[in-house]
């Protein structure tokens, strides 16, 4: 059994330091937003042993990843609320465990890995540090089985999305804080970018397009994932498509800067999330299709039929500069 205030400090990890997911998780129905913070409180605890300011030696970070995990499966006894009610909420809507490890070695992984050869290798990245989240999102909606086996590959998806979304906005942010780069190293070779020229943020035309492919690709992801949005239960819909809103809104920042996010980092306004938040609830309430409203609030992003500009792996969506 979860508890108040267990809950109360998932909200408010979440509201310091994910606020673009907190206006959306709001939308929850109580018995979504509940757990939901709680799941949050978790990520953000493990996230943090490998990205603090201050981070411990690499094997007292190993060490505290592996407390977390055992503590997480309710494999030991712990003190701290969060774990606690992770563990508890784990149990209640029978998230796999496979989906806990998964998550967990990612953010492990992070502590020795801080560069990617191929997009590959980064999905098989994400597919903790994201794509299980995603999952552990559907497990807590608790769908009957139809329904979660349609919604889980979109589920995947749309967790990739968001996390593409973040690595694309924050270049800069990863070299200084954390001496990372995430964009695949063979997308910016084949623009003709060293890995040296983004540790040095150096940005040009090059970079401009590396970014670019990464971005038409990212947009492929949420059409891939906001069509599986109508498979969730009818009062979850609503949050989950403004999440997609607002993380897919930093594309149309990004544009606006050229893809420069080398030189500095977009972010939303406090106004801006609060427009979206009115236009998609106000389009929602006419048109209760997820996909449909997605394109109509999101304009730029086009739709799955029009607007479509061609990278060099595909059709994405294309968004006016």
Same mark, same amino acid.
């Given at each position: 059994?979860?508890?108040?205030?267990?809950? $109360?400090?998932?909200?408010?990890?979440?509201?310091?330091?994910?606020?673009?997911?907190?206006?959306?998780?709001?939308?929850?129905?109580?018995?979504?937003?509940?757990?939901?913070?709680?799941?949050?409180?978790?990520?953000?605890?493990?996230?943090?042993?490998?990205?603090?300011?201050?981070?411990?030696?690499?094997?007292?970070?190993?060490?505290?990843?592996?407390?977390?995990?055992? $503590? $997480?499966?309710?494999?030991?006894?712990?003190?701290?609320?969060?774990?606690?009610?992770?563990?508890?909420?784990?149990?209640?809507?029978?998230?796999?465990?496979?989906?806990?490890? $998964?998550?967990?070695?990612?953010?492990?992984?992070?502590?020795?890995?801080?560069?990617?050869?191929?997009?590959?290798?980064?999905?098989?990245?994400?597919?903790?540090?994201?794509?299980?989240?995603?999952?552990?999102?559907?497990?807590?909606?608790?769908?009957?089985?139809?329904?979660?086996?349609? =919604?889980?590959?979109?589920?995947?998806?749309?967790?990739?999305?968001?996390?593409?979304?973040?690595?694309?906005?924050?270049?800069?942010?990863?070299?200084?804080?954390?001496?990372?780069?995430?964009?695949?190293?063979?997308?910016?070779?084949?623009?003709?970018?060293?890995?040296?020229?983004?540790?040095?943020?150096?940005?040009?035309?090059?970079?401009?397009?590396?970014?670019?492919?990464?971005?038409?690709?990212?947009?492929?992801?949420?059409?891939?994932? %906001?069509?599986? &949005?109508?498979?969730? @239960?009818?009062?979850?819909?609503?949050?989950?498509?403004? =999440?997609?809103?607002?993380?897919?809104?930093?594309?149309?920042?990004?544009?606006?800067?050229?893809?420069?996010?080398?030189?500095?980092?977009?972010?939303?306004?406090? %106004?801006?999330? &609060?427009?979206?938040? %009115?236009?998609?609830?106000?389009?929602?309430?006419?048109?209760?299709?997820?996909?449909?409203?997605?394109?109509? %609030?999101?304009?730029?992003?086009?739709?799955?039929?029009?607007?479509?500009?061609?990278? @060099?792996?595909?059709?994405?969506?294309?968004?006016?500069?």
């Amino acid at each position: 059994m979860v508890e108040k205030t267990q809950v $109360a400090r998932g909200k408010q990890i979440q509201r310091r330091t994910g606020k673009t997911f907190h206006v959306a998780t709001r939308l929850l129905p109580k018995r979504i937003r509940h757990p939901t913070y709680v799941l949050y409180g978790f990520f953000r605890i493990a996230d943090e042993v490998v990205d603090a300011e201050d981070t411990a030696p690499p094997d007292e970070q190993r060490a505290e990843l592996d407390r977390l995990r055992r $503590a $997480a499966l309710g494999e030991r006894e712990t003190d701290d609320p969060v774990l606690e009610a992770f563990a508890a909420v784990c149990d209640e809507h029978d998230i796999p465990d496979e989906d806990v490890h $998964a998550f967990v070695d990612a953010m492990a992984s992070d502590i020795d890995t801080d560069r990617y050869e191929t997009y590959d290798e980064l999905e098989s990245y994400m597919d903790g540090s994201a794509a299980a989240v995603g999952r552990m999102m559907t497990a807590i909606m608790e769908l009957d089985e139809e329904a979660e086996a349609k =919604a889980l590959p979109h589920a995947t998806k749309l967790g990739e999305a968001f996390q593409m979304t973040n690595f694309i906005r924050d270049v800069r942010e990863d070299v200084v804080e954390r001496d990372r780069v995430y964009l695949p190293l063979e997308t910016l070779r084949r623009h003709g970018v060293s890995e040296e020229q983004i540790l040095n943020l150096e940005f040009d035309d090059n970079v401009a397009a590396a970014i670019r492919e990464e971005l038409v690709r990212t947009e492929r992801l949420y059409e891939e994932g %906001v069509a599986g &949005i109508k498979y969730l @239960p009818e009062d979850c819909q609503l949050a989950v498509l403004l =999440a997609a809103v607002l993380y897919a809104d930093h594309h149309r920042l990004v544009r606006n800067l050229r893809y420069d996010t080398v030189s500095t980092t977009p972010e939303l306004s406090f %106004v801006r999330k &609060i427009s979206l938040l %009115v236009r998609t609830r106000w389009k929602w309430q006419w048109n209760k299709d997820p996909e449909a409203v997605f394109y109509e %609030v999101c304009g730029g992003f086009g739709s799955a039929h029009e607007h479509r500009e061609r990278g @060099p792996h595909g059709p994405g969506i294309a968004q006016s500069d």
